[in-house]
């Protein structure tokens, strides 16, 4: 084997890299479950050979890549992205047509081959692997998380235990001799919902019990997965009655009775629910990531854009103030004003060393945060309440012996209030209350999001800010009464109940991951109250809104 064959690219050094194949595997659904090889792989391939739909908005989302433009003749950025699953006449690609694909682009390119679960394991790996050997391309293997084994863990079924020390994996087919699996094995099918009729009847007839459990998980490890428990008697009814359709895993055995005490991704206090999260982009990922860990599905709608001052001339005069000791104080009243402010020290060439015998105070811990990352330290954060008004009640008066400069430098939103610069004023000092960015509101959300919003297929809506509420109401409407509404402070409940909208979550802490957290308690509580009452457990979205006031009134 040469060099090429036997080393990746990306380990070589000196001469520029042959093309290069690396098989990936993706895992069957949660993009969580990406080993942080893959992960590599793909942030550096040249070419990504996808294999299912969801693998394109799934690289798109890991890379940070734009959604393309209908219509647009705009080069995109990043990798080129390679249907692997139709060619360019929209006909299903066979095995041997994709290894084509995948050759001809591994000849002189980095390539991802992204598959579904694990390359090796019930894929066609193989043979795309062995037609680079024959090609002369090299390639690599990254094991991925099989749905055998993955599928019923997220069902919450263990596959073998101290009790059950054997499992058998069948792919099905009308060449299955089902009286081998006659004894007690747990069982794992693939392929199996169209036949489980024949497939039931088949083990019963062998000799297991018709009472023996069945599960059946649909879409397993995403928050569309659903799973059906019943047994070998009565499966192919139920999966008829509830419409269950590939791609499924079956498990037959009795370790599907411990799913009652082990599920636990279904039983996430969001488990399934459409949450949207109208933010500024550049802030939404930390509450997009805390909406995920309870088992929902954020939908980021831009309400806000930040762009900067009409004017700069203010902020750049206050800049060189700065510089020159004009100051004793700097507040930071947002994680956004620490973002311009930097980008301004950016652009003069300046760094954190300016800020040397300046004091930092910050209105809470994001922002405090946000100056950590600059390698500042914020000398005051509110002890309580983390707003202005908490800002204010730990801001020392001003002291002629202890305070050679009586001046606060004040870099704010164009809508800020002025409560702040009053406060302060009061305590004996001067603000140069200057407009560091502005806050205009986003353009309207697509017309399928916007009509979500009114009529209730969104389970709920987390605002942030007074700002974001008449934002989003602004350019999408009003959320549908069904919508649970959670909001971040008395401020924002304040503003959205003049906007007609009822608040259901308030936040103890403004704080957004508390407000998550807030949001997933009052799930698991709605949640744990539709089983106490032996109801189904349904979304927000699922219910009708006379059944859901009418609760409420309970």
Known sequence: MTRSQSQSPSSTSGAAPRGWVS??????????????????????????????????????????????????????????????????????????????????????????????????????????????VKAGVGFEIVPGVSSVSAVPAYAGIPLTTKNHKEMAVVTCGDKVDWSQYADDRTLVLLSGVGAIAETAA?????????????????????????????????????????????????VIGDVVDLRETLSWFETKPLFGWRVLVPRTKEQAGSLSRRVREYGAVPEEVPTISVEPPRNPLQMDKAVRGLVEGRYEWIAFTSVNAVKAVREKFEEYGLDARAFSGLKIAAVGDKTAQAIAAWGLRADLVPSGEQSAAGLLEDWPPYDEVLDPINRVFLPRADIATENLVA?????????????????????????????????GKFDAVVFTSSSTVRNLVGIAGKPHPSTIIAVIGPA????????????????????????VD?????????????????????????????????????
Do not use: N
């Open 23 to 132: 098989f990936v595997g993706s895992g069957p659904g949660d993009p969580g479950l990406l080993t942080v090889r893959a992960v590599e792989l793909l942030r550096d391939a040249d070419v990504i050979v996808t294999e299912s739909p969801e693998h394109v908005g799934m690289v798109r989302t890991l890379l940070g890549l734009p959604t393309p433009v209908e219509g647009s003749t705009e080069e995109q950025d990043g990798p080129l992205l390679v249907d692997g699953g139709f060619g360019e006449d929209g006909q299903p690609l066979t095995h041997a047509a994709r290894a084509k694909v995948v050759v001809k682009h591994g000849k002189k390119q980095r390539v991802v081959r992204l598959m579904t679960g694990d390359p090796f394991l019930y894929a066609s790996g193989p043979e795309e692997a062995q037609a680079c």
């Open 202 to 250: 088949a083990l019963v007839e062998a000799g297991r019990s018709p009472q023996t459990p069945v599960a059946v998980t649909r879409v397993g490890t995403t928050t569309e997965q659903a799973t059906l428990t019943s047994t070998l008697a009565d499966v192919a009814a139920d999966v008829r009655a509830a419409r269950v359709a590939p791609p499924a895993i079956i």
């Open 423 to 455: 406060g302060l004023v009061d305590l004996g000092w001067e603000c140069d209350d200057v407009t560091a960015y502005r806050t205009v509101r986003a353009t309207p959300p697509p017309a399928p999001t916007r009509d979500a919003i009114k009529t």
């Open 492 to 515: 924002t409940a304040k503003t959205a109940e003049e906007h007609g909208l009822r608040v259901d979550v308030l936040s103890p802490k403004p704080d957004v991951e508390v407000l």
């Open 518 to 554: 807030a949001l997933a308690d009052f799930g698991a509580a709605r949640r744990l109250a539709m089983v106490e009452a032996g109801e189904p457990v349904t979304r927000p979205s699922e219910r009708k809104p006379a059944a859901r006031r009418k609760a409420r009134a309970k």
